[in-house]
């Protein structure tokens, strides 16, 4: 019996053994001191699983085991970060120079971790442009690439990744625009049928649906060009959570902007940039904005909201909310102009199109 009990114990520390392994290997030159960290990287936050002092030669390995659904990891010097992802036993290879860890690096073993690499170096460019006209124009060709990966092959890592990236802490992909919902749909999809019980999974599933809600708007009010339309009413909380009317702000002035946007997108500083412009021309002659808000995150709303300067009003239903079916809204920012009577004077379309009208209206 004893020896049976050997044997048994044997043949477990021989299966753990045989656990399948990836291997992350290569050299950080000019690092020599310096701690190199192996983190893990999840939905929502980052953890510490390895780490080792870079010797002069800078050389170092790190092997980990394999996990059941692909994985996303980086390796952190100092504050700069490279950013990979396993999904079977690969080994990959890194050369990097200390001073320039982050952008100046070269990666093999996957053709996942070399797209990987060639979307963070374009999103690094877009958070570095100050120009908002031209950082626009990058993030359009960033998504152009994301795209030609993402349909190629919906079910990798780097379609993934390509999805997720952020600048200002926005998403580069809207959630909200119907051709990149499409994108978000190929790899929820395909991560759904491949890898049901990934968190990962969960999260870009989630997205997507997130998305499709909006555009699926139950209800929905005609309005036709140049003819006045009653709206419908709006009770939601403001900064200082009570209840605004939207009837209310309405009688109170004579003209009225009701806008429905997210901070979160893409489109929405620029767009705000917009709203201020108007605001300053014409809110001493009676004209004020009711902005609803569908951020998911009540704190990142609170933030942007604080610094605007009119009524901003948050709706915790986000896109299932009554309101977004009720107004018929498919995308977001959306923006209707109403006058003091309880009409819908306008649906805009355009920011020229939204002055030109805010200018006649206020001046009747």
Not at 11 to 18: I, R
Not at 85 to 99: G, Y
């Amino acid at each position: 019996m004893q020896h049976i009990l050997i044997l048994v114990i044997l043949l477990l520390v021989s299966s753990c053994n045989k656990q399948e392994k990836w291997e992350i290997r290569g050299e950080v030159k000019g690092g020599s001191g310096k701690t190199l960290y192996l983190e893990s990287v999840e939905t929502h936050h980052q953890d510490i699983i390895d780490s080792l002092v870079l010797k002069a030669e800078g050389s170092f390995s790190f092997k980990q085991n394999r996990l059941p659904a692909p994985s996303f990891y980086r390796l952190r010097l100092d504050k700069q970060i490279i950013q990979f992802a396993i999904d079977s036993t690969e080994t990959i290879v890194v050369n990097a120079q200390a001073e320039n860890f982050a952008q100046g690096y070269t990666i093999t073993g996957s053709l996942d971790c070399e797209r990987m690499r060639e979307l963070s170096l374009l999103v690094m460019d877009i958070a570095k442009e100050k120009n908002a006209v031209l950082a626009d124009s990058m993030a359009r060709e960033y998504r152009s690439l994301a795209k030609k990966y993402i349909y190629e092959r919906p079910y990798s890592t780097s379609a993934y990744f390509a999805l997720l990236q952020q600048t200002d802490n926005q998403l580069i992909f809207d959630l909200y625009d119907k051709d990149d919902q499409k994108a978000f749909g190929a790899v929820a999809t395909n991560w759904n049928q491949k890898f049901p019980e990934s968190e990962a999974t969960k999260h870009i599933y989630n997205l997507a649906l997130q998305g499709l809600k909006m555009t699926r708007a139950s209800k929905s009010v005609e309005y036709k060009v140049g003819e006045a339309t009653d709206y419908f009413e709006i009770e939601l909380p403001s900064l200082e959570n009570k209840p605004v009317k939207l009837s209310t702000i309405a009688k109170e002035n004579k003209l009225t902007i009701l806008d429905f946007t997210a901070y979160q997108t893409k489109a929405s500083s620029s767009h705000n940039m917009h709203l201020i412009e108007i605001y300053d021309k014409y809110k001493d002659k009676g004209l004020q904005i009711y902005q609803v808000s569908f951020d998911e995150d009540l704190h990142y709303w609170k933030n942007v909201a604080s610094n605007l300067p009119w009524v901003s009003v948050w709706d915790a239903a986000s896109i299932q909310s009554k309101n977004a079916s009720l107004y018929n809204i498919s995308t977001l920012p959306t923006t209707f102009i109403l006058n003091g009577e309880g009409e819908i004077v306008e649906k805009i379309e355009s920011y020229e199109k939204m002055e030109s009208i805010v200018k006649n209206e206020i001046n009747k």
